[in-house]
């Protein structure tokens, strides 16, 4: 996916980690049938049939909403991932011949779960593009009424998220790295491409630990809604970032005996 006009510098190196991603999911599963070949034509809608998804060989699809160009997908992208969900609706257009190799769909989420890397890789290539999407969403409203989401760059020693807040964005480190502090002290560390701040959205709870970054560092900034709707829409995802969650939770927990331990000794 490339958007169309002025996009963010940062947005270059996601864009290039997220093309790497289909082929990875779709490692060791086969094809449901040939090359499917196309000829240029306004809506690529009649023409792919639902119950399949497409890796783009080659060509370039437009995709409009609202009449709006904002965005195309070129070889490597995965189409009709987005069956079923009926707003926001965009059009899917190519002005040359496109070669798409079809998956059946119920196969591709099936083989995807049924290995945890892979499913971790999908979560991470939904939640990539619609960061990017929201970033080109902010930039066609006007400047008055443009939305602060997207992505942020901060500095070693700012805080992104401040324990006892309220829980009104999802993250996901981008470039760097950040720690996380509860009650001043230190209870784990946030990596490059860790999801953080989920556990309040979900729970509508205030902020139970506070994320302090380690050094300059990018975030990709979810609105809670938006995320919400991403589980929602895929339960298969929701699934794969609880048990995320669940393992940052047992680490957090590890850490809090750890430090009750020492304090206990002194």
Request: proline share 6%; hydrophobic share 40%; glycine share 8%.
């Amino acid at each position: 996916m490339y958007l169309l006009g002025e996009q963010p510098a940062y947005a270059d190196a996601l864009i290039n980690r997220l093309q790497n991603i289909p082929p990875q999911l779709l490692e060791g599963l086969a094809p449901c049938g040939p090359t499917l070949e196309l000829p240029a034509m306004a809506d690529l809608s009649g023409a792919l049939p639902g119950h399949q998804i497409y890796l783009l060989e080659s060509g370039v699809i437009q995709a409009s909403v609202e009449d709006r160009p904002l965005f195309y997908l070129h070889e490597g992208d995965l189409v009709g991932l987005r069956r079923g969900l009926e707003q926001p609706h965009w059009l899917l257009g190519c002005d040359a011949p496109l070669q798409l190799i079809p998956y059946l769909r119920a196969d591709v989420f099936r083989h995807i779960h049924a290995d945890e890397q892979r499913s971790e890789l999908l979560l991470q290539y939904l939640i990539g593009q619609t960061a990017l999407l929201s970033d080109a969403v902010a930039r066609l409203k006007p400047p008055e009424l443009r939305s602060h989401n997207g992505f942020k760059r901060v500095q070693q020693g700012e805080v992104l998220i401040a324990q006892g807040d309220e829980a009104d964005h999802v993250f996901v480190i981008v470039e760097g790295h950040a720690q996380a502090f509860v009650d001043g002290h230190k209870v784990g560390d946030v990596p490059k491409d860790e999801i953080f701040g989920a556990m309040s959205v979900f729970t509508g709870e205030k902020r139970s630990a506070s994320v302090i970054a380690s050094e300059p560092t990018t975030v990709m900034l979810i609105p809670r809604d938006q995320f919400l709707s991403l589980t929602q829409s895929n339960p298969r995802v929701a699934h794969s970032l609880i048990e995320s969650m669940a393992r940052r939770i047992n680490l957090l927990n590890r850490e809090v005996i750890r430090l009750k331990a020492l304090g206990n000794r002194e």
